[in-house]
């Protein structure tokens, strides 16, 4: 597993004992982490592979600042693309034929209702590499393209969905919320149990992995979680994100269609009430 410090991964981890051996790579040293390796170093990618002859490859890491991917588009593409084509390099250099896990978005949609697999349209930086990475993760036969959104609840202090809502509901300055944005976001814990369930099966082919149903507005979610969680809404207001001075431009209909994912699971996907209703029952037992 590559990018074995981020917050997928971290649910992710304690979820893959059952699958066997892991081998957890990332940039920096890390108590989770097996080995620290620079992706960018085709040499040692391949040095690592070729010791490791590995079965399955979960390759998370990435650069997902939607905004310095703008910013910096060298650096976008030499770690979402070229650190994906050193991997899949290095696999085709050891003969190998493992199952190949590549992490994606769905920002790579910004359609006008829920998007099919075959429905991309990148709009930033961000998107169109991740795009282009998902090309050169195709290029092995037994690769899984996984376009996601998710969110869940993090580990630490002061940096949770829980907690920012509360600043957002309590404070004088309130929050406006992005009425005009469409998302198919799932609770990570059911996206992580989703993604063993698919290695498991050894499912390939490019996927949408996110809730079922026809999604919801930014606006709309943050407010059911704030209802959920008993916070007043008042403060929280409709707005738009082309008001907001971004660097990347956000595609406004991410929402995306998972019957193929499901068909492949042969299991159905949680709705967006499922997925609040975990997400807030989570949250409850977390804090005691």
Not at 78 to 102: D, W
Not at 137 to 142: H, N, P, T, V
Request: contains cysteine.
């Amino acid at each position: 597993m590559t990018g074995a410090t981020g917050g997928l991964a971290s649910v992710l981890l304690p979820k893959l004992d059952a699958l066997g051996q892991l081998i957890t790579v990332a940039r920096h040293a890390d108590s989770l982490i097996t080995d620290t390796l620079n992706l960018s170093n085709a040499e040692a990618v391949l040095e690592l592979v070729k010791r490791e002859q590995p079965d399955v490859i979960i390759h998370l890491a990435a650069l997902t600042d939607v905004d310095q991917c703008e910013k910096y588009p060298a650096l976008a593409w030499k770690q979402n693309v070229c650190n994906t084509r050193n991997l899949v390099e290095a696999v085709k250099a050891c003969r190998l034929n493992p199952h190949f896990v590549y992490a994606s978005t769905d920002m790579v949609y910004d359609g006008n209702g829920v998007n099919a697999e075959r429905d991309t349209h990148p709009g930033n930086v961000y998107a169109l590499t991740k795009l282009w990475g998902e090309d050169i993760a195709g290029m092995l036969e037994k690769s899984l393209i996984l376009r996601l959104n998710f969110f869940g609840v993090s580990k630490k202090s002061g940096t949770s969905l829980t907690s920012w809502l509360k600043q957002a509901c309590l404070s004088d300055q309130g929050a406006t919320l992005f009425s005009d944005v469409m998302f198919s976001p799932l609770f990570a814990e059911d996206l992580a149990d989703a993604i063993v369930a698919l290695i498991a099966k050894e499912g390939s082919g490019v996927v949408n992995l996110g809730c079922r149903g026809n999604g919801v507005s930014k606006a709309d979610f943050l407010r059911r979680v704030a209802t959920e969680i008993g916070l007043p809404t008042d403060r929280l207001r409709d707005g738009s994100v082309k008001d907001v001075a971004l660097a990347a431009y956000r595609p406004r209909d991410m929402r995306m269609d998972v019957s193929k994912v499901e068909k492949l699971m042969k299991r159905k996907l949680p709705t967006i009430d499922e997925t609040i209703g975990r997400f807030v029952k989570m949250s409850a037992n977390l804090r005691g």
